[in-house]
């Protein structure tokens, strides 16, 4: 009989600080949608549509996945920003999260998106159709979010032109 030996994975590039707690949410409680903030003034006549989400960085949602899923040691076989969704989905029970490049604010849109700066968005909202504009958590749902990330979520503008929105398997 072979002896199946353990392999062990090093965590040592890996901090993981102790569980903090999340905030608590209650999603049996019955709450309106969401109101988000109001849209760029922009949003009939810009070549992008425009995507609400909060920015969160690789790092930061990697650290969000090592501090709170279940699993932790899953970061070598997952990536930690899938990880750092599932939390965010679960906790809520708000389906409906992704992640996506946006343009930064106050940005001119590049003529090249070669040479465009991105930032990563925690996105919630877009304004490329009216079901996935009123697609909307609860308020319970949407404050918890909030409180997560620290602040109220904001409009981008999405890094590719309308015309190449079903490129991204957003329906």
């Known amino acids: 009989m072979t002896e199946v030996v353990p392999v062990k994975c ?8 102790e569980k903090h707690e999340l905030p608590p949410l209650d999603i049996s409680l019955p709450s309106k949608r969401a109101r ?12 992008r549509y425009f995507v609400l989400g909060w920015i969160a ?4 949602m990697k650290d969000f996945a090592m501090k709170y ?15 750092a969704l599932d ?5 809520t029970g708000f389906r409906h999260l992704t992640t996506m490049a946006v343009l930064p ?14 930032e990563q968005v925690v996105a919630l909202s877009f304004t490329a159709s009216r079901y996935l504009f009123w697609r909307r958590p609860t308020r319970a ?21 309308k015309e190449h929105w079903d490129q991204h398997g957003i329906y």
């Not at 960085?57 to 930061?60: F, G, M, Q, Y």
């Not at 899923?69 to 990880?83: F, V």
Request: proline share 10%; glycine share 2%; hydrophobic share 35%.
């Open 10 to 17: 090093s965590m040592d590039d890996v901090k993981i600080e």
């Open 36 to 47: 988000y903030p109001r849209l760029p003034d922009d949003v009939e006549t810009c070549d």
């Open 57 to 60: 960085s690789d790092a930061w």
């Open 69 to 83: 899923h279940s699993n932790p040691e899953w970061a070598y076989n997952l990536s930690t920003i899938n990880m």
């Open 87 to 91: 939390v965010l989905e679960l906790r």
């Open 105 to 118: 604010e106050g940005i001119p849109i590049p003529e090249n998106l070669d040479d465009a700066p991105l």
């Open 141 to 161: 749902q949407y404050k918890w979010l909030s409180e997560v990330f620290g602040s109220e979520p904001k409009w981008y503008r999405d890094v590719a032109p």
